[in-house]
């Protein structure tokens, strides 16, 4: 029942989690659960009703909005990330709404991904983009040039590991291809810093949420001990200097708020 009263203040912030799956955004909201004042609309939820075969699209957006207004709790966070292509769209139908965009090193995503779905799962994520497919969460708002270069690089036989750190490489991308890096109501964050420094971390995530910080209690269990486990996979060349490039990218954004 502590969600019925605002903390703090009468203003109530809406936060989405967008960037790609596997980069520490269960982490982030497991963090933001032990809020007492906030309310977490996990990836599959009310939120996503009508979505009856994957159950994680959002519904549309007047609906979502609506939800929120009734909400209670002063600070609401939610995890659409199959809806990271559609950032505008939210922040239009959400005023006042900030963003993280969660992202981690290319080959840990990209082994975690194999590890949980299966290693045929990078190819999957790249059919979309090859067909074109404007439907297709993981394809959707892509521009053309990333289109063709997933194309140069797919086949059904290529290597799963090129595959899920190609995909890595579509939907980082997004960040840069929406304007984001420019946004003033996103904030980056990286997830090697969240579990090397969970203090700093969140501190200066609440800083940008304008929100209190409620104490070092929320961090609590968060460790690095997943930091590195992907990177003895192998990646051709040319799709490894694809991912740094991007990852540098990322990190030359992320790096004035370290």
């Excluded at 690089?153 to 995909?167: K, R, T, V």
């Excluded at 501190?203 to 003895?232: A, E």
């Amino acid at each position: 029942m502590h969600q019925l009263v605002r903390s703090g203040t009468d203003e109530k912030t809406i936060v989405p989690i967008l960037g790609i799956q596997r980069s520490g955004t269960s982490m982030l909201y497991w963090i933001f659960e032990r809020d007492l004042g906030t309310k977490v609309y996990r990836e599959s939820s009310e939120l996503s009703s009508q979505d009856k075969v994957e159950k994680i699209r959002l519904d549309p957006l007047p609906l979502v909005k609506k939800r929120f207004d009734r909400q209670r709790a002063s600070l609401v966070v939610f995890k659409p990330l199959v809806e990271s292509q559609r950032a505008h769209d939210l922040f239009d139908a959400i005023p006042g709404a900030r963003a993280l965009w969660t992202y981690r090193h290319y080959q840990d995503v990209a082994s975690s991904n194999l590890k949980a779905f299966g290693m045929d799962n990078g190819v999957k994520d790249l059919r979309p983009f090859v067909r074109n497919d404007p439907a297709n969460w993981r394809s959707q708002n892509s521009s053309e040039e990333t289109r063709e270069i997933i194309r140069s690089f797919f086949s059904e036989d290529m290597n799963p590991y090129d595959a899920a750190a190609l995909f890595w490489w579509a939907r980082c991308r997004l960040f840069f291809d929406l304007g984001l890096d420019s946004h003033p109501r996103v904030m980056l964050c990286r997830y090697e810093d969240l579990v090397t420094e969970p203090s700093l971390t969140m501190r200066r995530i609440y800083t940008f949420l304008g929100r209190q910080y409620p104490g070092d209690q929320i961090i609590r269990d968060v460790n690095p001990q997943s930091i590195g486990k992907g990177r003895t996979s192998k990646l051709s060349q040319d799709i490894e200097s694809l991912c740094t490039d991007l990852l540098v990218r990322l990190d030359q954004v992320n790096n004035p708020a370290i």
